[in-house]
Antibody, heavy 121, light 110 residues
């Protein structure tokens, strides 16, 4: 079955850029699914960041759109997240997930194990 | 902005039935999805399209919808069901993806 694994620095300085990669195994990133990023600040709820299709098409949460870039590398079967101009409010566990899409709705299954990114000097 | 409202906490004794609600104005028009999240773990999809159960999810998990409220029901609650539960849906307006999560409900098994 499909498995996802996040990787990237666990500490980012304020005003810097957060960069994470999600490796997909057990299936092709070129399937008819979208690939998403979701984050969860410590002790808080879930927030959708955005998604990408293997063609390169993207959708972003309007509240983060100006700072987010999601890209795909089909040769490596992985996709990536970049979040610029980070502040302490961006400290969170970042999850990647496979999204099944129907119209405006999407649901997420499976998820990666998540990686904690702390924004601090 | 669109919101999904869940009770912060629900408590039940083992073997009893737990019901977790999620309210939102667009729920009559959009399906809801439920995730279980145990401490230190990633969310797991337990219900999709209001009442469908993914393979591998125990039959004691079920979902229902009525008007602006959807309900996750766990029958015969077990200690291992203690977790946070999140509902998820979308605003019915427009065509741009709009992913909304509820604030989460902590299920405590007494």
């Amino acid at each position: 079955q499909v498995q996802l694994q996040e990787s990237g620095p666990g500490l980012v300085k304020p005003s810097g850029t957060l960069s994470l990669t999600c490796a997909v195994s057990g299936g092709s990133i070129s399937s008819s699914n979208w690939w998403s990023w979701v984050r969860q600040p410590p002790g808080k709820g879930l927030e959708w960041i955005g998604e990408i299709y293997h063609s390169g098409s993207t959708n972003y949460n309007p509240s983060l759109k100006s700072r987010v870039t999601i890209s795909v590398d089909k040769s490596k079967n992985q996709f990536s997240l970049k979040l610029s101009s980070v502040t302490a409010a961006d400290t969170a566990v970042y999850y990647c997930a496979r999204a099944t899409v129907q119209g405006v709705i999407r649901w997420f299954d499976p998820w990666g194990q998540g990686t904690l990114v702390t924004v601090s000097s | 902005s669109y919101e999904l409202t869940q009770p912060p906490s629900v408590s039940v004794s083992p073997g009893q039935t737990a019901r977790i609600t999620c309210s939102g104005d667009a729920l009559p028009k959009q399906y809801a999805y439920w995730y279980q999240q145990k401490p230190g773990q990633a969310p797991v999809l337990v219900i999709y399209k209001d009442s469908e159960r993914p393979s591998g999810i125990p039959e004691r998990f079920s979902g229902s919808s009525s008007g602006t409220t959807v309900t996750l029901t766990i029958s015969g609650v077990q200690a291992e069901d203690e977790a946070d539960y999140y509902c998820q849906s979308a605003d019915s307006s427009g065509t741009y993806p709009h992913v909304v999560f509820g604030g989460g409900t902590k299920l405590t098994v007494l």
